[in-house]
């Protein structure tokens, strides 16, 4: 609830005020109107500044940590909690108006401009520790997002004082010009982050601009603006610190790049060859030259491991093949590694690729690592990649169009990929299935995960579909690519992969006897996987919906 504004009772001057004392109009330069103007210009600028903060916060924590429902949660909860025990606190600096804004400015500009650094910093070199410090990220995440909401918390109060020293008016005008500015320059902070910041900047150099503009604005404002209310004494202590401000700012902006790729060695190994920000995802390559294997990470998790890569595509897409296949639809796969899979079989005639993320595909082409470790299978006359969301453009494609239609996508557990695991997703699919077609679908780790295992497969049932379950094992720890991806959490990453094969009538997984020898996938293990994998099974389970997700 917002407090009618009253005058502060009249007392002795305080140190940081100028003589004149903070109870009196404001000795400004320029004409009360024009002033009035200057601090609604900066409640605006400020307010731009703080939603750019809370989001790169958002953005940084689903990335470094995973599950962005939950980090935002965390991080915007938090910061609301706090802004408001940060208006309660500025309620005793009142009296100190310019100087306390001055300085909460300069604070608010050093802590948000460099949190993304910060956190990034935490994650990728101590994020792997263990022990007291395994929560030792997400702790700092609650720590920055505390820190900064209770100095976004403390300029509403300030400001209110500071326009009322400018020009009395009644409470209710006064609140209602300070929030529309506080609003408007909300709303062009949330837009300019993804729109602009992200895209072209990164998110470090975001945020350290972001600071920079905030320490400008704020200063200026109290250094200039509100410069009588101030003591020789408090007008050079804010012109130090903003300066000292600057300056860490500035330098971390030079040093950003030296940092990132440190950072990137850290979290990756020292073999990172490509990282790019496609505008959908990160994508970092690492190795695949002298005989490194290729490691491929999207947005911080290991989506392709080049030392079992095969154990995987193979059981994805060779028992789906068993049976007719003149035309294969992929749901995802833009590294190609599932479409070399589907060529690899006699009397394929077409192959559709839905893909996202177009970036992917043109690395998957050009890359030398990646193109030959997909046999360049993009380059193949029968495949054709569409840049698509898989659900969109499942809607509107022709039905029982195709024989198999493979589900390479990201974890179910991974909150942007939920949609891409419901039940009317499914029914898409289904609907796309010719006669005697079928449909495989990655559902994640069984061992470490079975409950959203069988809740993918719950689900596959739900669309009308007779489902049989199956999974393969992967040599490498680290391999599979969950919701969660700190170094801790991967280290500790589940050994094998889950599948479901889907079809109207009763699938059975196994190899087709005239089609191509796998490398490592055989009827033995293939059979062992779904054995081991119904010893799993978890009955009763809901199926995921789109108003209704349940990973």
């Known amino acids: 609830m917002i407090e009618p504004h009253a005058p502060a009772p009249p007392r002795s001057p305080a140190p940081w005020s100028a003589p004149g004392g903070p109870d009196g109009p404001a000795r400004l330069p320029v004409r009360p109107g024009t002033g009035r103007f200057l601090v609604l210009t900066g409640a605006f600028v400020c307010a731009a500044c703080g939603l750019v903060y809370e989001l790169e916060l958002v953005a940084l924590a689903s990335y470094l ?18 802004m408001g025990i940060g208006s309660l ?37 101590t994020g792997d520790w263990g022990g007291m410090w395994a929560n030792g990220p997400r702790c700092m995440l609650v720590a920055f997002s505390l820190a900064i909401g209770l100095l976004i918390g403390a300029e509403v109060p300030l400001l209110m004082e500071l326009i009322q020293r400018v020009r009395r008016q009644d409470a209710g005008g006064a609140v209602a010009d300070l929030f529309a500015a506080d609003y408007v320059g909300a709303l062009v902070g949330g837009l300019a982050f ?13 945020a350290l601009l972001t600071g920079a503009v905030n320490a400008v604005v704020g200063g200026a404002l109290v250094l200039g603006l509100f410069r009588r209310d101030l003591t020789r004494r408090a007008w050079w202590l804010l ?17 950003v790049d030296d940092f990132e790729r440190a950072a990137r060695q850290a979290m990756y190994g020292e073999y990172v060859r490509v990282a790019l920000q496609t505008g959908v995802k990160e994508v970092v390559l690492a190795g695949g030259t002298d005989g490194r294997p290729l490691d491929i990470y999207f947005d911080g998790r290991l989506r392709v491991s080049g030392r079992d890569e095969l154990r995987f595509h193979e059981a994805l897409v060779h028992p789906a093949m068993t049976g007719p296949h003149a035309r294969v ?22 192959v559709d690729v839905v893909e996202l993320d177009a970036e992917v595909v043109r690395l998957a082409r050009t890359d030398p690592a990646l193109s030959a470790l997909n046999e360049h299978a993009f380059g193949d006359p029968r495949v054709r990649v569409t840049t698509a969301d898989a659900f969109g453009w499942l809607r509107g494609a022709n039905p029982a169009t195709y024989d198999v239609v493979v589900s390479d996508l990201p974890d179910p557990g991974i909150t942007a990929s939920t949609k891409l695991y419901s039940q009317e997703f499914y029914g898409l699919a289904r609907r796309v299935l010719a006669p ?42 680290g391999s599979a690519a969950g919701p969660d991806h700190t170094p801790a959490e991967r280290s500790r990453a589940p050994r094998d992969w889950g599948f479901v094969l889907a079809a109207r009538t009763d699938p059975r997984p196994r190899l087709d006897p005239d089609g191509p020898g796998p490398s490592v996938l055989t009827e033995a293990s293939l059979a062992a996987g779904e054995r081991a994998t119904r010893r799993t099974r978890i009955g009763g389970l809901p199926a995921s919906t789109l108003v209704h997700p349940r990973y």
């Open 436 to 477: 005697g077609g079928r449909l495989v679908v990655h559902a994640g780790p069984v061992a470490a995960g079975p409950r959203v295992y069988w809740t993918v497969e719950a689900t596959v049932r739900a669309a009308g579909l007779r489902t049989a379950p199956y999974g393969t094992g992967s040599r490498r720890t």
């Open 194 to 206: 993804p729109f602009l910041l992200l895209p072209f900047l990164g998110q470090l150099t975001g």
């Open 239 to 255: 012109l130090i610190g903003n300066g000292l401000v600057l300056a860490v700012l500035a330098s971390a902006a030079v040093l």
């Open 65 to 82: 940590m995973g599950d962005s429902v939950t980090q935002a949660s965390v991080v915007l909860s938090v910061m609301v909690f706090a």
């Open 329 to 350: 639809l992929i749901l995802g796969g833009g590294d190609g590694l599932a479409v070399r899979e589907v060529l690899r079989h006699s009397g394929v005639d077409r």
């Open 89 to 125: 606190a500025a309620k005793r600096l009142r009296r100190l108006a310019a100087a306390g804004f001055g300085a909460v400015e300069a604070t608010l500009a050093l802590v948000g401009g460099c949190s993304a650094m910060a956190l990034y910093a935490v994650f990728a070199w």
